[in-house]
């Protein structure tokens, strides 16, 4: 294919995209193939000779499709939804036909400086204070081990990274069991250790860390000669939407001299929306914070966003500049492959600029109200139905359930029975979790074009199908 066949099949692709966003919500939510089956259809050797794109888009339809769960579809209410929009796909198409490597200011002047534009939209947009500066990472579990690495640096007088870890002190990050699995990654790849991750009990209906324990366990580690280097706070987990108390673990933090990460990346996006900050009060004093415009606000995977209140300790971290890499002749430039992990970076800030524009934050605002209200409507009705109970509340869109009728003593079977059966259904996407040891049914919204009658169905498919596995 040349330059002269590609605007064809660049309708042909923009027309199929079209149709298949409007009609995603007839397909089944999750794939239905069985393991192995894709492989087998692709041939295990490489073609020697062109093909005719008309032969390749045939088979992508035959063997692809099939094997895609639909994560836009409306009514996948599964994980976080990972989002899109026309906008950002017009966005992405056109960084596609770019092609640019952002990685310096000299790479794309623009992508820099629109990235740095846009993260202060997005600050402004959260109501963050002035000073807070921000990157787009390609997603929370970068940001975090970043935080991580930052707070290893800091806590190690920034000789970890020069002279390497064997010797230096044994350093302790403090969380909650509610954090992400992301988390005990970055734990694993900065080199402080499983065994240095300390979980913090949680108390309350949100699920939250408790300061006095997180105070407690800080006085014993300081005391047995360990040193404490950070703690990693999370606002919307993933399980539960669990929520720790922003401003008194901050509190405690900051007496001990320790840098703070806050993970918000699902719940952070409806933070956007002024009456849900007060589940984050406090948050503009911790060090790190992220969240994903991709997970809610309508906005292609992948962008993280992290702010820094610092982030000289960040860049202090991950920079490093050989001459290759240095930009000589202009003054004040920020070149964001040293605010981040990799060295090659995407333009990530065009579909912000384009999702933002062309919604506006009142209308990224009514979509999220709309979920969380529908989602809550949801809960209320099945807490209503004969032989549910709601395990624990909604956060924003997110609760939890399990079906426990009279007479079953395994109910942990029973739940998984019922999420799988729901999901080989296929019409809507269903995931599980634990809560205190007991399986139990996770429910969110957050599909950028869902709508009332989407998440009301869900009633009706879970209800039917419960009542196919009745004792």
């Known amino acids: 294919m040349d330059w002269n066949e590609f605007a064809p099949w660049g309708r042909l692709v923009a027309d199929w995209a079209a149709d298949y966003h409007r009609s995603v919500g007839e397909r089944p939510v999750r794939a239905r193939t069985r393991p192995g089956a894709i492989l087998d259809a692709l041939p295990a050797s490489p073609p020697d000779t062109a093909q005719d794109m008309e032969d390749v888009f045939a088979d992508f339809e035959r063997i692809v499709m099939p094997g895609i769960t639909h994560w836009q579809h409306p009514r996948f209410f599964a994980y976080f939804n990972s989002n899109t929009s026309p906008p950002s796909v017009l966005a992405e198409f056109l960084v596609a036909a770019i092609a640019p490597q952002c990685m310096l200011w000299q790479t794309s002047p623009a992508a820099t400086e629109m990235e740095t534009r846009m993260m202060d939209w997005l600050r402004q947009a959260l109501d963050l204070p ?118 008194s673990c901050i509190d405690v933090a900051e007496r001990h001299g320790l840098y703070t990460h806050v993970d918000a990346a699902w719940a952070g996006s409806a933070m956007i929306c002024p009456e849900y900050r007060p589940m984050w009060d406090g948050v503009g004093r911790a060090d790190s914070i992220v969240f994903n415009p ?44 040293e605010w981040s992990i990799p060295l090659g970076r995407r333009f990530r800030a065009l579909k912000l600029w384009f999702v933002i524009r062309a919604y506006g934050l009142d209308g990224l605002r009514q979509r999220l109200r709309n979920h969380i209200r529908w989602s809550e409507e949801l809960h209320d009705r099945l807490a209503a139905t004969d032989g549910f109970e709601i395990v624990t509340p909604p956060m924003w869109s997110l609760w939890t359930f399990r079906y ?26 269903l995931t599980q979790t634990r809560v205190d040891g007991n399986l139990v049914i996770r429910f969110q919204a957050g599909q950028f074009d869902t709508t009332r009658e989407d998440v009301m169905m869900a009633h009706d498919v879970i209800c039917e199908i419960a009542r196919g596995l009745a004792p």
Request: with cysteine.
């Open 130 to 247: 002035e000073g807070f500066a921000g990157v787009i990472q390609d997603s929370a579990s970068s940001a975090t081990l970043a935080a991580v690495l930052t707070m290893r640096e800091r806590a190690l007088d920034w000789t970890g990274n020069r002279t390497g870890l064997a010797g230096q002190a044994r350093l302790r990050v403090y969380a909650s069991s509610e954090v992400h699995s992301s988390i005990d990654r970055a734990i694993w790849i900065a080199g402080i250790g499983q065994d240095n991750l300390v979980r913090i009990p949680i108390a309350g209906p949100a699920r939250g860390m408790d300061p006095r324990a997180l105070e407690d366990a800080i006085a014993r580690d300081r005391a047995a000669g360990l040193t404490p280097a950070g703690v990693i706070l999370c606002v919307g987990g993933t399980g539960t939407g669990a929520t720790d108390p922003v401003a």
């Open 294 to 337: 991709h997970k809610w606000l309508g906005v292609q995977f992948d962008c993280s966003a992290h702010f820094l209140r610092n982030p000289g300790d960040l860049v202090r971290t991950l920079a490093i500049s050989p001459e290759y890499l240095r930009t000589h002749g202009a003054e004040g430039i920020v070149n964001y492959s």
């Open 404 to 429: 426990a009728p009279d007479g079953v003593a395994d109910l942990d079977a029973l739940n998984l029975a019922l999420v799988n059966a729901i999901n080989d259904d296929g019409r809507i996407y």
